[in-house]
């Protein structure tokens, strides 16, 4: 499908949707100042809980079994009441990645049998499919992000096999809440990463279940795998641009109006795309930087900058320069906000989109105390 345009207005209209901030993963209260044991019981229904292997293997098969059924619970109830939360904001904040450890150790080989118990795939499916439930309901657009470890390209065939365990463990919750069943209605989003690159992307497609090739999108690299590897793939499947990333591997504040992210809008089929925005850490640039200019890459790792360093994903957003060139960018795609504060953040940059000086509180917006047991799905 050819989307090209006169204007962005023109795009815009056409699509006739909302033009979206979103936050991932975590809850974070306003008041960060409060002490953390009553910011973690503030923050802890909204925010999902773990365990480690080495926890489980410890313990005896009982108590095991029992704290992974007592993480699946929270942990499905906490993507409810975040969802909630962010359906109690303004239209154009309603969205969110969910994070990745609702279902813990699921593909560790040695507890993977417990994920298969009839009575825990049974809970999964209602539970989760009041989740997605919710998140219709609320017009919530929701993303999930498969960590670094998931290398589908990569040139290890073992790795390659984990690695696809690993993203359709993901496409389960996501076909749970009632998504996957057509191109790009939910985005679950990697890397290219591995020595194969694209064409090791294009390989493991083949392999992957109907839900997952209609879920995936690959986002460019900041290191070997850019922007143009990512477009070998246009045809394929979604492509997300990550903004921060291409700036730290090209060196380029790359425009909304260019050709390549042009090719980026197709590849979504006339569904709304996704961006990730970023800006580097306060300590990675130069010491009293007034952040009102746009930073130059290349002048900063000629001035012994670290690219690593400026890689790092900031507080919050503290350049408008640079913030009003990445929403220049929400004429075409939701902008999710990839930054240490969370929702703290996305909210902060939607405030200065709209030009609000005033703080607008929903009852939902500030949370001042544990909203009671998690909810038992029968």
Avoid at 268 to 286: D, F, K, M
Avoid at 310 to 333: E, I, K, M, T
Wanted: aromatic letters at 10%; glycine letters at 4%.
């Amino acid at each position: 499908m050819d989307l090209k345009f006169t204007t962005a207005g023109d795009f815009l209209k056409q699509q006739e949707v909302v033009q979206r901030i979103g936050f991932a993963c975590k809850y974070m209260h306003p008041d960060q100042t409060q002490k953390k044991k009553l910011l973690e019981e503030i923050q802890r229904p909204l925010n999902t809980r773990s365990t480690t292997v080495q926890w489980l293997n410890r313990q005896t098969r009982d108590v095991a079994e029992e704290r992974l059924w007592e993480l699946m619970v929270h942990n499905i109830a906490s993507y409810k009441r975040l969802i909630e939360y962010v359906g109690s904001l303004p239209p154009e904040l309603r969205m969110v990645r969910l994070g990745s450890d609702v279902l813990p150790v699921y593909t560790q080989h040695e507890w993977a049998y417990y994920w298969q118990l009839p009575d825990v795939v049974a809970y999964c499916e209602r539970a989760f499919a009041e989740v997605g439930a919710t998140a219709r309901a609320l017009d919530v657009r929701l993303s999930m992000h498969p960590g670094q470890f998931t290398v589908l390209a990569s040139d290890n065939e073992e790795i390659v096999e984990r690695s696809i365990e690993e993203f359709e463990y993901h496409v389960n919750c996501i076909r749970w809440m009632g998504y996957g069943q057509s191109f790009q209605d939910f985005k679950c989003n990697v890397h290219i990463s591995g020595r194969q690159g694209p064409a090791g992307i294009k390989a493991a497609l083949k392999r992957l279940s109907p839900e997952a090739r209609n879920t995936i999108t690959i986002e460019n690299d900041e290191n070997k795998w850019g922007l143009d590897a990512s477009l070998e793939l246009a045809d394929d499947l979604a492509l997300v641009l990550d903004i921060h990333h291409h700036w730290c591997r090209e060196g380029e504040y790359i425009e909304p109006t260019d050709d390549r992210f042009y090719r980026v809008i197709d590849s979504w089929r006339g569904v709304r795309p996704s961006i990730h925005y970023s800006y580097s850490r306060n300590e990675a640039l130069p010491e009293g930087f007034a952040h009102d200019t746009m930073p130059d890459f290349a002048a900063l790792l000629e001035a012994g900058h670290k690219k690593a360093k400026l890689r790092a994903h900031s507080d919050y957003y503290p350049n408008n320069a640079v913030n009003d060139w990445a929403l220049s960018f929400s004429l075409y795609a939701d902008i999710m906000c990839e930054s240490k504060c969370k929702n703290l953040a996305s909210i902060d940059l939607y405030k200065y989109y709209k030009g609000k000086d005033n703080e607008f509180q929903l009852k939902e917006h500030v949370r001042t105390k544990q909203t009671g047991p998690d909810p038992i799905i029968i």
